[in-house]
């Protein structure tokens, strides 16, 4: 764990408002996009938004077909049409205030993934929203596929998500990351309002070592290792955001088995949580492919709370 040299600059920092310059919400047209604009609709209530650009596209069977078979049948220009008509009316019924500001509808055709990648680059989005189905691996793997491709924020919002914040679940694993990701969600709670709580869980596993061997009992070893995970917690909360410490209810767990994402889902639900903040690393091109495993598996379970991983 890192010392707190160097760290008064970060002592000293006040945090910065969680908002956005440039959204981007992809739409599929389908079920999930109701739950998706509510909660859009709700999410721009706290953190503030200034453009937003709806997305819907249009699959190409061109992506889907043998090269030697056929080319694929385009989207003619009558579909294009219903598309958009579809979509700013899904919009205007769901976000009425907000549809009727400055917002931007695009249907393209071709792969979702590809298109949306390019209209955040062309945008310089620094949030991509999506849906995700319950229950459907296709859209787990889109959300990963997503984070990985893209440096901007990204929020998930699953099919079984309500429109509401009452508590943040952080998972931390004292990185860099880690405060990234705190620092997150203590903005969206002073922006949200002090009746929001912030939740840091951190699930660790026991050190392979016999309780024999250091002449204790099994349950004062346990309780040795609770107590120095808590003061590791404490050190890097001193470290990273002494001013917050009084802030955020830390959750700490041991697990001996390598899966700590059902864990954390787990532990979101028990703490009521309405919204998961997960930090991602950083901006370089290894960086965005290696999302983490925890990450990856918690985005395939989860089937009712929004998760906004940030960067």
Known sequence: ????????????????????????????LSREDEPLLKYLDF???PIPIAGISFLHVIPSTRARLPLAVAPGIEASHEDEEEALRVLSDRVR?????????????????????????????????????????AESLT??????????????NVLVVPENATAGLKNI????????????????????KAQAGESVKVFAINIYQRPNLMA??????????????QENHEKGFEK????????????????????????????????????GASLIVMGCKGHSRLEL????????????IDASIPVLVVK
């Open 169 to 188: 679940l952080v998972p931390i694993d004292f990185s860099e990351n880690s405060v990234r990701a705190l620092k997150a969600a203590l903005s969206i």
């Open 93 to 133: 019924d769901i976000m009425p205030e907000r549809a009727a500001s400055d917002v931007h509808y695009f249907i393209e055709e071709g792969a979702p993934l590809e298109k949306l990648l390019a209209l955040a680059n062309e945008k310089k989005a620094d949030l991509l929203v999506i849906g995700k189905k």
């Open 236 to 271: 890097f909360m001193e470290e990273e955001l002494p001013e917050y410490i009084s802030q955020i209810q830390p959750i700490l767990i041991w697990n001996d088995m390598p899966d700590v994402a059902h864990h954390i889902m787990d532990n979101a639900k028990e703490a």
């Open 43 to 45: 999410f721009k209530g």
């Open 212 to 225: 024999y061997k250091l002449n204790m009992t099994p349950e004062r070893f346990e309780k040795n290792i």
């Open 139 to 152: 859209h787990g793997i889109m959300s990963k596929n997503l984070i990985r491709h893209t440096k901007a």
């Open 1 to 28: 764990m890192r010392t707190a040299t160097g760290k008064k600059a970060v002592k000293n920092e006040t945090l910065q408002p969680f908002k956005v310059r440039e959204a981007i919400v992809g739409l599929s």
């Open 289 to 300: 492919m290696l999302l983490g495993s925890t990450t990856e598996t918690l985005l395939n």
